[in-house]
């Protein structure tokens, strides 16, 4: 992929958005590529991670959002380890995740969002997380309604699912922390 | 030896097994734990990837619990263990972060705790000699994979100070019992993590991998110490096996259980009957179970 390297694509909002988010500073990689050699996903993705992390240099805001690498991230954390430069790729990934959210580049990020919102819900709602709350939220609002169905039977028969919710004593003060944190970062 | 005890939520579901099996063990080898008062779930990747306070307040919740109790913290999990230790390091540098956390929580929290993973507290506060006192089945001849995954591994913050690329916290252990820990290089590779439901097939790929690595080093078993690798390496081994072609049929096995049946402990609190694969007909072959008959 070819870009023009101008001053403007050097300092685009949208990397200072990333670097904001990450608390990352992204001028410290010099793309040496051991992020992508340790990467267990790598082989599967269009995009490395070091070329991700390039794309949000030069500020490709639409090709970085929309590369599938972002959603195929396991958050293993192999890059940080390995990083020479002590980046923390890990960060710079949740923050494109985040900057993902309205704008639903590919169905992997919808299927992701879907996924966070429902295991954050149980925990909202109850202050834990249950199995079968998760996949039942997953499911239904994801409209893939038989993921792991067929699991289901042996999670059953090994009775591994929790299913009562165990709701917390003080869930009103949880409520309370997720509000207040909703107001500080202006969802 | 006492603990503030943070069970986590896979201890209420799916992996009930593993945190009964722990708290047998650490309870046979004198170690107290008082569970902390109302913990919450630690947030997890959906809570980091989707909102950085949100993934400190949550953790700081139970560890501010914890701090009233003056004790410091143990785990499981590993998740858990890599979000607390990083939240508690965190609030405990960032004095501006402390304040902050501190109002939104409606407590004060200091990260002045230790953040302990079970493994740790086994292998360094117990000590392997005490546990090696403590065996009454050793497990001769039982050839295990021991697998840390990633959170045990990685992440410099919450790193055990093992080695992140060959560590030995759970070789060490398994030795301790009798077992014998094969050398093999996927100790650290990744299952595919929380992409479960979001990503299957990555989770099957990267799972099936591991599980193929361990078959062909001559493993009896994969031992591991997190609910999350667990689940995904038993679960999806059929889909391993149609990926790879070949018979897999690898028991995955909590390090904890292991332990338990090396010390003769009551069967019933080691749960090996709730993994999907079944290690009792290798345990059995090897002697260290008796007319069993399990599903």
């Known amino acids: 992929m070819k870009t023009d390297l101008t001053d403007k694509a050097l300092h685009s909002e949208f990397r200072q958005k990333v670097e904001a988010l990450s608390g990352q500073n992204?001028?410290?990689?010099?793309?040496?590529?051991?992020?992508?050699?340790?990467?267990?996903v790598e082989p599967f993705v269009e995009v490395s991670p070091t070329r991700?992390?390039?794309?949000?240099?030069?500020g490709m805001e639409e090709e970085a959002?929309?590369?599938?690498?972002?959603?195929?991230?396991?958050?293993?954390?192999?890059?940080?380890?390995?990083?020479?430069?002590?980046?923390?790729?890990?960060?710079?990934?949740?923050?494109?995740?985040?900057?993902?959210?309205k704008i639903h580049y590919k169905r992997?990020?919808?299927?992701?969002?879907?996924?966070?919102?429902?295991?954050?819900?149980?925990?909202?709602?109850?202050?834990?997380?249950?199995?079968?709350?998760?996949?039942?939220?997953?499911?239904?609002?994801?409209?893939w309604l038989m993921t792991n169905v067929k699991k289901a039977p042996w999670y059953l028969m090994r009775n591994k699912l929790g299913v009562s919710p165990h709701t917390i004593k003080r869930v009103d003060r949880l409520q309370r922390v997720f509000k207040r944190i909703e107001e500080i970062e202006g969802q | 030896m006492k603990f503030a005890y943070y069970p986590g939520c896979s201890s209420e579901g799916s992996g009930a097994e593993y945190?009964?099996?722990?708290?047998?063990?650490?309870?046979?080898?004198?170690?107290?734990?008082?569970?902390?008062?109302?913990?919450?779930c630690c947030g997890a990747t959906p809570a980091h990837a989707t909102s950085h306070l949100l993934s400190i307040a949550l953790p700081a919740i139970s560890c501010a619990s914890a701090e009233k109790q003056s004790l410091d913290i143990l785990t499981c999990c590993a998740c858990c263990h890599s979000r607390l230790k990083q939240v508690n390091q965190e609030v405990r540098d960032d004095p501006a972060l402390r304040a902050k956390i501190s109002e939104i929580i409606e407590e004060d929290y200091r990260g002045s705790l230790n953040i302990l993973h079970v493994t740790e507290v086994l292998a360094r506060e117990v000590g392997l000699e005490a546990i090696k006192a403590r065996v009454r089945t050793p497990l001769k001849?039982?050839?295990?994979?021991?697998?840390?995954g990633c959170l045990m591994s990685r992440m410099p913050e919450a790193l055990m100070s093992d080695k992140s690329e060959y560590p030995m916290l759970l070789d060490n252990l398994m030795d301790a019992v009798g077992a014998e820990p094969l050398d093999w290089p996927y100790k650290t590779e990744c299952c595919g993590a929380a992409l479960t439901l979001t990503q299957t097939k990555t989770v099957i790929r990267l799972s099936a991998d591991v599980l193929q690595m361990a078959k062909q080093n001559g493993a009896d078993m994969l031992v591991v110490a997190c609910p999350l690798c667990q689940a995904n390496l038993d679960i999806y081994q059929a889909e391993a096996e149609k990926l790879k072609g070949e018979r897999l049929s690898i028991p995955v096995v909590y390090f904890v259980q292991?332990?338990?049946?090396?010390?003769?402990?009551?069967?019933k609190r080691l749960c090996l009957d709730r993994l999907i694969v079944d290690p009792m007909p290798i345990l059995a072959q090897k002697g260290f179970v008796h007319g069993?008959?399990?599903l």
């Not at chain 1, 992204?26 to 267990?40: I, M, V």
């Not at chain 1, 940080?80 to 995740?97: E, H, Y």
């Not at chain 2, 009964?20 to 913990?39: M, T």
């Open chain 1, 26 to 40: 992204l001028s410290d990689c010099y793309q040496c590529g051991k992020c992508s050699g340790g990467c267990p």
């Open chain 1, 52 to 58: 991700l992390i390039r794309m949000v240099q030069l």
């Open chain 2, 19 to 40: 945190a009964r099996a722990s708290e047998a063990v650490l309870e046979a080898l004198g170690v107290e734990l008082e569970e902390i008062d109302d913990w919450v």
């Open chain 2, 292 to 294: 069993a008959v399990y």
């Open chain 2, 258 to 267: 292991l332990m338990g049946l090396a010390m003769d402990l009551d069967p």
């Open chain 1, 108 to 143: 992997g990020s919808l299927e992701a969002w879907t996924f966070y919102e429902a295991f954050l819900d149980c925990v909202r709602n109850f202050g834990r997380l249950t199995e079968i709350g998760l996949m039942g939220g997953y499911n239904i609002n994801s409209g």
């Open chain 1, 65 to 101: 959002l929309n590369s599938d690498s972002v959603w195929h991230c396991a958050g293993c954390g192999t890059c940080n380890g390995r990083c020479p430069m002590g980046i923390d790729i890990v960060r710079v990934k949740d923050a494109l995740r985040k900057l993902t959210k």
């Open chain 2, 141 to 148: 001849g039982l050839k295990v994979a021991c697998y840390y």
